[in-house]
């Protein structure tokens, strides 16, 4: 089946000039064109966990999709299926294309994922549902990675019968349309489909650090005196940003006051009172350092911007302890294989979206 | 699960089970191959996934005279060579400056003072609770030395000045030799250090497949209404070696035999994960409650007719493994020239409950066979000879469900099939899950499990007291009945390479079985 670690490559097929995407096949002769792929090699093992979907409404990007997926089969055997819609084309075609991406698994056995490309051009009602709805392997859950905004595609047909939804806020032009397009989503699928959004997946590290600096007694002590929340980030990553506040104001009980001049007040379950407040760097790291003081003690998750560690610190007077962590991925491709390796229910985004959507719409 | 009352608002929810708690870990025998191969590795690893939790100490407590310099240099050297995920210098350094080594004999109580003053200043140090995690990774003859002068250093106590913190006490295999041994052991340790303190490890049940054997039970709705007499002829349990007694280990070796070196832990480990009872819940007692069940309804084979015709021990000849001449078991470096340890043991083994009435559970271990690799096999009962008996071949064989331990950790199912054609033809067909082609991503390492478990006060994976003294008493009976003269009982022999002994292919030729051909 090709060299392992390569794309597969049909020594007998003229290349179109989407070299990456693998053999051309009429839509209709895919499912033969698969199998007489598998069948013309005995000696790779065709791996699928999932039915992995990405989809785009950029054109060109059917190559960078296709390049993502030869890394993210490494860990994740699924049967890729990658569609690129242009919806601005003024006739309405479909084009195909089949491959296989093969890695040697711990050095020894090659495994293989097999991928299918759809290029949609004009609108076409259902076409998209369609189109996925046919080449999926039976029974295998149904990841969609939704790139960019949710567009009048996203409709309840297609949301219905996904059991995991992956998007990128961060990319979102208007976050709060977004967002209440995907709350109507959950309510319509009564909570079944699992949402998972990448700017959630980028504070991960942020909030086990945190969670694990709160194991120290200390800072459990100095819990109920916390009197100020401070969160640096890039600009580009306002909503992980907000996401983990709104992960910290809910996991401690506080309730969101008010925003007086950039600085948000916060009540503590005791009645104290907390300032919220964030800084976006042009020069920071996606999100360069979260900071929970209270008088005598300071726990602080930092990161430098390059950096593919987080530093973890808690501060009283008398002692201090930091400590080396691995950072979160920053770019699409390594958060959905954080994602798909973690899992989940990610029951813990939605209890936290209440509080998120109180401040993104405050922010926005 | 753990015990400890979760007072940290934002631990909830983020992960799947306990974190574990910030502690200093100390290692006894930290200059052995354990600690540089597989518990400093854990750790690192551990560090890199970012479960380690901040402001671990890690304490090397061993007789030779190293600096903390010297020491942290050879883990870092052991570290690039077999580190799972590679060596992060950043994360290496971060791990590295909390490694501390502690010089003094096991036996010198001034030691362990001066141990529980370097730990009560790290405390302060650190400004936290004081946890202690004690690994004993020593040689076995030290146990009790250790374990006594923790208990007169006054290490092994929850202490009164510091609410809520614990001291838990980790002890590597053997435990004990003997039934006798362990229960001095048992006596020992749980004067030093409570029963819910005490973590018996056995790394087989750190790995990934051996914990998913529960998975598979219990969150498949198809096996468990067939996990039963009615539906499972026999099961399997093989745990295969190639290798010898190379690097010098025939002298330990020689000393244990196969019984109590694998089948006393690991593998009545394995066999009780298959056929206990669904527990009722998945704290550490409720799964250790069924598991001991099980090895304590184990028909007991106590006399030298019933070891005759149940267990079949026996020792490798010369022979050739994988194209290279070996020499025979006795033949083997710092083995005894007229060794009577079994380097090879079958057992057919029978338990006495309402679900395996009759079935008949079969385990081997051996040492110079063809290849390495330990798998439990599941082998189901055949259909009726009705439809099928006139078909040319017949019905082939019963379904087979293969839990693959290692290496190529996986799951199989064989089952039967059509050929393709006119006639009807049936051929065994085999469908396989691996995790290797599966999960591009490695498993932790059992260790890394497992320190993690007990950072984080979950004993599941861990031997209980009462597990361990079953396994022993069951084992005494066989070894008692081997040592008796006169009654019989020769050891096998078989040319190394081979898949054992003829004895143990008739043990269950006599029940019109065979074993499963790896």
Known sequence: MGAPGGDFKMSKVTYTERENLGVPVEVGAIDRELRKLWEADDASTNASLMNFLVYTEDPEGLQKNSEMIQSLTQEHACRAVLIAMNRKASEASVKAWITAHCHLAHGKKSICSEQVAFLLQGKSLGRLRNTVFAHLNSDLPLVFWWQGEFSELFEEGLYRLLNRLIFDSSTWRDPLVGFHRLAEAREDTQGRMVTQDLSWTRNYFYRLAIARLFDDPIAQQNFSKINKVFIKAHPSQRMAALQLAAWVIERSGWKLCSLQEGIWLIESREGNEISLEFDWCDEAAPIAELVISAPDCRVAVSREKGNSHICQAICTEGHCVDFSGPADSDDPEGLVASQLSRGGKNSLFMEVFPQFMKLLEEDC | ?518
């Open chain 2, 1 to 518: 699960m753990g015990e400890t009352e979760v007072s940290n608002p934002f631990r909830e929810d983020l992960v799947s089970r306990n974190l574990a708690e910030t502690c200093s870990v100390v290692i006894f025998g930290a200059t052995g191959d354990l600690t540089h191969r597989k518990l400093i590795p854990a750790l690192y690893n551990l560090a890199v996934d970012g479960e380690l939790p901040a402001g671990v100490k890690i304490l090397g407590f061993a007789r030779r005279d190293w600096t903390d310099e010297g020491f942290r240099e050879g883990l870092e050297k052991l570290n690039r060579e077999v580190s799972r995920t590679g060596h992060d210098e950043e994360i290496w350094e971060s791990l590295a400056a909390n490694v501390q080594f502690h010089q003094s004999e096991f036996q010198d109580e001034e030691g362990y003072r001066r141990l529980a003053e370097r730990l009560d200043e790290i405390d302060r140090e650190r400004g936290g609770k004081g946890n202690r995690l004690f690994y004993i990774a020593s040689a076995p003859a030290f146990f009790d030395d250790i374990l006594l002068n923790l208990k007169k250093a006054g290490l092994s106590q929850e202490r009164p000045d510091c609410e809520g913190c614990w001291s838990r006490v980790i002890v590597e295999k053997p435990f004990g030799t003997t039934l006798a041994t362990a229960q001095h052991l048992n006596e020992v340790v749980n004067g030093t250090f409570q029963e819910k303190d005490t973590y018996r490890i056995d790394h087989y049940l750190g790995k990934e497949t051996a914990q998913n054997i529960m998975v598979l039970r219990f969150a498949n709705a198809i096996f468990e209404p067939m996990w039963n007499k009615e539906h499972i002829d026999h099961v399997q349990i093989t745990c295969a070696e190639h290798l010898g007694m190379e690097g010098g280990r025939g002298g330990y070796y020689d000393k244990a035999g196969a019984l109590r070196d694998m089948v006393q832990n690991h593998l009545l480990q394995l066999l009780s994960l298959v056929a206990m009872e669904p527990p009722t819940d998945l704290t550490a007692d409720g799964v250790r409650d069924e598991k001991v069940k099980v090895i304590r309804s184990l028909r007991q084979w106590d006399t030298p007719e019933l070891v005759a015709e149940n267990v079949v021990r026996g020792q490798y000849l010369k022979g050739n493994v994988n194209g290279e001449e070996v020499p025979g078991y006795r033949e083997e470096d710092r083995v005894d020239p007229d060794s009577e340890t079994e380097s090879y043991v079958a057992l057919r083994c029978m338990i006495d409950t309402w679900r395996w009435s009759g079935v008949p559970f079969y385990v081997r271990m051996g040492k110079r066979l063809p290849k390495k690799a330990t798998e439990i096999s599941i082998h189901f009962k055949e259909t009726p000879s009705v439809l099928f008996n006139a078909t040319p071949g017949g019905v082939p064989a019963g379904n087979v469900l293969v839990i693959r331990i290692q290496p190529d950790e996986g799951i199989s199912l064989m089952m039967n099939s059509k050929l393709p054609g006119t006639t009807l033809r049936m051929e065994p067909v085999k469908m396989d899950f691996r995790y290797a082609s599966s999960f591009g991503k490695s498993s932790p390492e059992a260790y890394e499990r497992l320190l993690l478990d007990a950072m984080a006060g979950d004993a599941t994976l861990f031997a209980r007291r009462d597990e361990v003294e079953e396994a022993w008493r069951f084992i005494d009976k066989i070894h008692h009945a081997w040592a008796e003269e006169g009654k019989g009982i020769p050891i096998a022999e078989f040319p190394a390479g081979s898949w054992g002994p003829r004895e143990a292919e008739e043990m269950l030729a006599r029940d019109g079985r065979t074993w499963r051909r790896l």
